[in-house]
């Protein structure tokens, strides 16, 4: 089914090839405004832009999920100034934004720890989910201050807690289990994680559901991402041999 605005929308049969969640570390704003001579601010202003692109070539792509890797709990280290000019730029997407996405059928869900936050974002973050929350197009996971080990002991102090009240025994206790009480509860492993930047590490994020993620590593600042940079990760997913630990799936040997 087509959309007014001549998006697919993502009830549609996924194509063969196609990521069902796409996870992205958007980095290199920084490196993109320095090589140009402008504050590294400017380069995350210049990479809201691509977040849009990103979010609508998702959205055309047919990708169910999308994470978006936007703030680390280990950004705080980065000079004040930078961290206010981040808390204001997640500030006026979700203020600019919002309606747009919301119309465009956008479910968008928020991982990463609250505590830390200012209050007013907190109310921002929980009314983009509530307003949200029965759409049934593209669902779009921000990672903000997000920490994939913080989120894995949360869950494992959640499970310990259980069993101290005897609601759980230790040996029920399995990897399904742990993952139902991590943030990203009820969404699927990300098939295909992509980095921008040339850096290849995954600095903290998603590491447990990464497990079997393909990475692809782009050469460009984020501020560069468009509809054919992501278009040429998914083809370059689309050629990996995702085995699972089994054998490789097109020869079957
Ligand atoms: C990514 O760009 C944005 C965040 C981490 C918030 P960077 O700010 O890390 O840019 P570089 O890596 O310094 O170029
Ligand atoms: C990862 O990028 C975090 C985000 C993109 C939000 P960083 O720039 O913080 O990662 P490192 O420090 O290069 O590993
Ligand atoms: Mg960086």
């Given at each position: 089914?087509?959309?007014?605005?001549?998006?697919?929308?993502?009830?549609?049969?996924?194509?063969?090839?196609?990521?069902?969640?796409?996870?992205?570390?958007?980095?290199?704003?920084?490196?993109?405004?320095?090589?140009?001579?402008?504050?590294?601010?400017?380069?995350?202003?210049?990479?809201?832009?691509?977040?849009?692109?990103?979010?609508?070539?998702?959205?055309?792509?047919?990708?169910?999920?999308?994470?978006?890797?936007?703030?680390?709990?280990?950004?705080?280290?980065?000079?004040?100034?930078?961290?206010?000019?981040?808390?204001?730029?997640l500030r006026?997407?979700l203020r600019?934004?919002l309606?747009?996405?919301?119309?465009?059928?956008?479910?968008?869900?928020i991982?990463?720890?609250r505590?830390?936050l200012s209050r007013d974002l907190c109310l921002m973050l929980d009314e983009a989910e509530a307003l949200?929350?029965?759409?049934?197009?593209?669902?779009?996971?921000?990672?903000?201050?997000?920490?994939?080990?913080?989120?894995?002991?949360?869950?494992?102090?959640?499970?310990?807690?259980?069993?101290?009240?005897?609601?759980?025994?230790?040996?029920?206790?399995?990897?399904?289990?742990?993952?139902?009480?991590?943030?990203?509860?009820?969404?699927?492993?990300?098939?295909?994680?992509?980095?921008?930047?040339?850096?290849?590490?995954?600095?903290?994020?998603?590491?447990?559901?990464?497990?079997?993620?393909?990475?692809?590593?782009?050469?460009?600042?984020?501020?560069?991402?468009?509809?054919?940079?992501?278009?040429?990760?998914?083809?370059?997913?689309?050629?990996?041999?995702?085995?699972?630990?089994?054998?490789?799936?097109?020869?079957?040997?």
């Amino acid at each position: 089914m087509s959309r007014a605005d001549g998006v697919q929308e993502t009830g549609a049969p996924l194509q063969t090839g196609v990521p069902v969640h796409v996870g992205v570390i958007m980095d290199g704003n920084g490196r993109w405004a320095t090589s140009r001579n402008l504050p590294r601010v400017e380069g995350h202003r210049r990479g809201v832009e691509a977040l849009r692109r990103c979010v609508r070539a998702a959205r055309e792509i047919g990708i169910r999920y999308l994470t978006i890797y936007s703030f680390s709990s280990e950004n705080w280290s980065r000079p004040v100034s930078e961290i206010s000019e981040l808390m204001g730029l997640l500030r006026r997407f979700l203020r600019h934004d919002l309606a747009d996405l919301h119309a465009a059928n956008v479910k968008v869900r928020i991982i990463g720890e609250r505590a830390g936050l200012s209050r007013d974002l907190c109310l921002m973050l929980d009314e983009a989910e509530a307003l949200t929350r029965d759409n049934t197009g593209l669902t779009l996971v921000v990672a903000f201050n997000y920490g994939s080990r913080q989120e894995i002991a949360e869950a494992a102090a959640r499970l310990a807690a259980e069993v101290a009240a005897g609601t759980l025994r230790p040996e029920e206790i399995t990897a399904d289990l742990l993952g139902s009480r991590l943030s990203t509860a009820g969404i699927p492993d990300p098939d295909l994680i992509i980095r921008t930047s040339g850096e290849q590490r995954l600095s903290n994020f998603l590491l447990w559901q990464a497990a079997y993620a393909e990475l692809v590593f782009l050469p460009i600042y984020w501020p560069e991402f468009d509809h054919a940079a992501l278009l040429g990760a998914i083809q370059e997913y689309a050629r990996r041999d995702r085995r699972f630990g089994g054998l490789a799936a097109r020869t079957g040997s």
